[in-house]
């Protein structure tokens, strides 16, 4: 047996096996990073919920010690929901690394709204002023309170950047679609689709955007999910939170002029089968 020759053949064999196990390797790695990544969020969950409960304690304490009308009442109501809300976060960080979807409720998105008016109170800068405009006729949508409020703060935080003036304005409104802005074909069917739609508005009076900017951040979100890397990252949350409420998200800039931020969701009474697929599968 020429025995050169074999393990010459046999380096030529391993050689190969390595190499048509390189792209396998490449597609492991990844897997295995997000596999360890999950773990990581899911201990630092745990943690955090950990730190939230004595928070809300002392905030229940508190609001029971001190008298109904004092001003700090308030402050501490606020508290409590930001700690209700964190706790939330945590569950659906949770549900996402053991692959569980979110819960959905039908809700008022007006209501949805108003409930998240004091952390998004706090969240914002002296000078600041937060408005609202709610249609009281506007239909429910299904969906989840909590990602909602991350929608709001995240679109509100960013308008709070874009106002550079000390004094500003963001206004937010809840409104039932009519006319034909998503309605196609004509009469009854038109009408019919364009009012089983609601949509929330976020604008600012802030530095707005040029035509360029605009179109880039257009470009962003208009890529799949997955694909955006992390640049804009409060946007690209908010437009994953829409997507998975079957939503739609535009956005209308102009140098100082401020940017407006339009979400149109499914009204609750146009979904045949009930709540969206699995809203804030990704936390």
Excluded at 188 to 210: F, I, P, Q, S
Excluded at 238 to 254: F, K, M, N, P, Y
Excluded at 266 to 271: E, H
Aim: charged share 20%.
């Amino acid at each position: 047996m020429d025995l050169e020759h074999t393990e010459a053949n046999a380096a030529v064999g391993i050689e190969a096996t390595a190499t048509e196990c390189e792209p396998l390797a490449a597609a492991l790695e990844p897997t295995h990073r997000m596999a360890v990544l999950g773990q990581l969020v899911a201990g630092f969950a745990h943690d955090f919920r950990a730190l939230l409960i004595p928070l809300a304690g002392y905030a229940r304490a508190l609001r029971e010690e001190l008298p109904a009308a004092h001003p700090a009442q308030r402050r501490l109501q606020a508290m409590l929901r930001a700690a209700e809300m964190g706790g939330q976060l945590v569950e659906q960080v949770l549900s996402a690394a053991q692959d569980r979807p979110a819960p959905t409720r039908r809700l008022a998105l007006g209501e949805a709204v108003r409930a998240a008016l004091p952390l998004l109170r706090l969240a914002l800068p002296a000078g600041v002023d937060l408005r609202i405009a709610i249609d009281p006729g506007a239909p429910d949508v299904w969906a989840s309170d909590v990602q909602l409020q991350r929608v709001l703060l995240n679109l509100v935080v960013n308008g709070a950047r874009a106002i550079r003036t000390r004094h500003g304005v963001i206004e937010i409104g809840v409104v039932a679609l009519l006319g034909d802005e998503h309605g196609s074909g004509t009469g009854a069917r038109k009408a019919e689709r364009a009012a089983a739609r609601v949509r929330l508005t976020v604008a600012d009076n802030g530095c707005g955007m040029d035509a360029a900017t605009l179109r880039l951040v257009r470009e962003r979100l208009a890529e799949p999910d997955g694909h955006r890397g992390h640049g804009g990252l409060g946007l690209t949350i908010v437009q994953d939170i829409v997507r998975a409420h079957d939503g739609t998200l535009s956005i209308e800039s102009e140098p100082n002029a401020g940017t407006s931020v339009r979400i149109d969701l499914p009204a609750a009474s146009s979904k045949s089968s009930g709540s969206p697929s699995t809203p804030g599968a990704r936390p």
